[in-house]
């Protein structure tokens, strides 16, 4: 599971070279690379300034596949996927993601794993409801040109107030628009954390593929449910939900129940936003041969540790991450 373990002594070193230890301090001040020094950021707006979906976070227009691929800086990459709700409801959830709680994950997760994050981060909307920007899509990076990327994204903000939001049109991007060398080269699975306040979109209709992805060759002319769309990702990737509590969140009953139906212990149902990264964490470190157990204990904090305790509680004590069969020589998998 993932490549050698890097020293303790190491690893400071290791990692201020590619310029994630600044991550937790980019925003600390108050500003952002567009804001003037010193000024107290306190509206989303202020940060994500885009008034509409660029085209090169826009899944019709973006050149693709998106690439994750080793190099001498990263010589055992590994895709996590990073999508966060943007619509309405999640209203100041939205600040504190880019703020806070992105570059605490950014941070966190170098004390976590053993292999090369290249991280990308998605936002959704909700395609049923026509939104404009159902699904954007940064670049895989491994440093922190995502945060500057992660700026760019538009917060739309609207959504359909039918209780479900498009997450998984991410699931169905990463299944078939992600190359990876983890994958292809060695067979190991990336990861894709969700958050958001409301349930899953029950379907993906072909006019509403088409709408998002415009006219690609290989896209999907039947209907997909949310099942198919999670297997589809799952090939590639260890899938999770985590589920805030956002104003969707009390505005429709059985949301939880929804997700783990969908996907069991894979659902997280996290009741303390600011217990994010910890609970990110946590479950990255089970892949690195803890325990579920071991890897809570090893939160200091007595609060956060109840928290994500809590969202575990239906997941299983320890994961099996088996190894899918790879080609080694980086050409895509035929999977479809």
Same mark, same amino acid.
Request: proline content about 4%.
């Given at each position: 599971?993932?490549?050698?373990?890097?020293?303790?002594?190491?690893?400071?070193?290791?990692?201020?070279?590619?310029?994630?230890?600044?991550?937790?301090?980019?925003?600390?001040?108050?500003?952002?690379?567009?804001?003037?020094?010193?000024?107290?950021?306190?509206?989303?707006?202020?940060?994500?300034?885009?008034?509409?979906?660029?085209?090169?976070?826009?899944?019709?227009?973006?050149?693709?596949?998106?690439?994750?691929?080793?190099?001498?800086?990263?010589?055992?990459?590994?895709?996590?996927?990073?999508?966060?709700?943007?619509?309405?409801?999640?209203?100041?959830?939205?600040?504190?993601?880019?703020?806070?709680?992105?570059?605490?994950?950014?941070?966190?997760?170098?004390?976590?794993?053993?292999?090369?994050?290249?991280?990308?981060?998605?936002?959704?909307?909700?395609?049923?409801?026509?939104?404009?920007?159902?699904?954007?899509?940064?670049?895989?990076?491994? #440093?922190?040109?995502? @945060?500057?990327? $992660?700026?760019?994204?538009? %917060?739309?903000? &609207?959504? !359909?107030?039918?209780? /479900? =939001?498009?997450?998984?049109?991410?699931?169905?991007?990463?299944?078939?628009?992600?190359?990876?060398?983890?994958?292809?080269?060695?067979?190991?699975?990336?990861?894709?954390?969700?958050?958001?306040?409301?349930?899953?979109?029950?379907?993906?209709?072909?006019?509403?593929?088409?709408?998002?992805?415009?006219?690609?060759?290989?896209?999907?002319?039947?209907?997909?449910?949310?099942?198919?769309?999670?297997?589809?990702?799952?090939?590639?990737?260890?899938?999770?939900?985590?589920?805030?509590?956002?104003?969707?969140?009390?505005?429709?009953?059985?949301?939880?129940?929804?997700?783990?139906?969908?996907?069991?212990?894979?659902?997280?149902?996290?009741? #303390?936003?600011?217990? @994010?990264?910890? $609970?990110?964490?946590?479950? %990255?470190?089970? &892949?690195? !041969?803890?325990?579920? /157990? =071991?890897?809570?204990?090893?939160?200091?904090?007595?609060?956060?540790?109840?928290?994500?305790?809590?969202?575990?509680?239906?997941?299983?004590?320890?994961?099996?991450?088996?190894?899918?069969?790879?080609?080694?020589?980086?050409?895509?998998?035929?999977?479809?």
């Amino acid at each position: 599971m993932g490549g050698p373990k890097i020293k303790t002594s190491d690893m400071e070193s290791h990692y201020r070279s590619r310029d994630y230890y600044g991550a937790s301090s980019y925003y600390s001040s108050g500003r952002n690379v567009s804001v003037t020094p010193n000024k107290r950021i306190t509206d989303a707006s202020e940060v994500f300034k885009s008034t509409k979906m660029i085209d090169e976070f826009n899944p019709a227009k973006m050149k693709l596949p998106r690439e994750a691929c080793d190099s001498a800086q990263s010589p055992h990459s590994k895709g996590i996927i990073l999508q966060n709700d943007g619509t309405g409801s999640m209203g100041k959830y939205s600040l504190s993601l880019i703020q806070k709680q992105f570059p605490k994950i950014i941070e966190k997760m170098y004390a976590a794993v053993s292999w090369d994050p290249h991280i990308m981060c998605m936002c959704v909307g909700d395609v049923a409801a026509e939104d404009e920007a159902p699904l954007q899509a940064t670049q895989f990076e491994t #440093d922190l040109r995502i @945060l500057e990327q $992660l700026e760019k994204i538009w %917060l739309e903000g &609207y959504g !359909g107030g039918n209780g /479900s =939001e498009s997450y998984i049109l991410g699931w169905y991007f990463a299944a078939k628009y992600c190359k990876m060398d983890c994958f292809e080269k060695r067979g190991e699975r990336g990861f894709f954390f969700s958050f958001g306040d409301e349930g899953p979109t029950p379907k993906l209709t072909p006019y509403e593929l088409e709408r998002v992805f415009g006219q690609r060759e290989g896209l999907s002319k039947r209907k997909l449910t949310a099942t198919d769309c999670l297997e589809m990702a799952s090939e590639k990737f260890n899938c999770y939900h985590i589920i805030l509590h956002g104003r969707g969140y009390y505005r429709y009953n059985g949301i939880v129940s929804d997700w783990k139906q969908l996907m069991g212990g894979h659902a997280c149902d996290l009741s #303390d936003y600011d217990c @994010l990264p910890d $609970l990110v964490c946590t479950i %990255l470190k089970m &892949y690195e !041969g803890l325990s579920k /157990s =071991e890897a809570i204990n090893s939160i200091e904090d007595y609060h956060t540790k109840q928290v994500v305790t809590e969202a575990l509680c239906d997941h299983e004590e320890n994961v099996v991450d088996e190894k899918v069969e790879a080609n080694g020589d980086g050409n895509e998998l035929e999977i479809f």
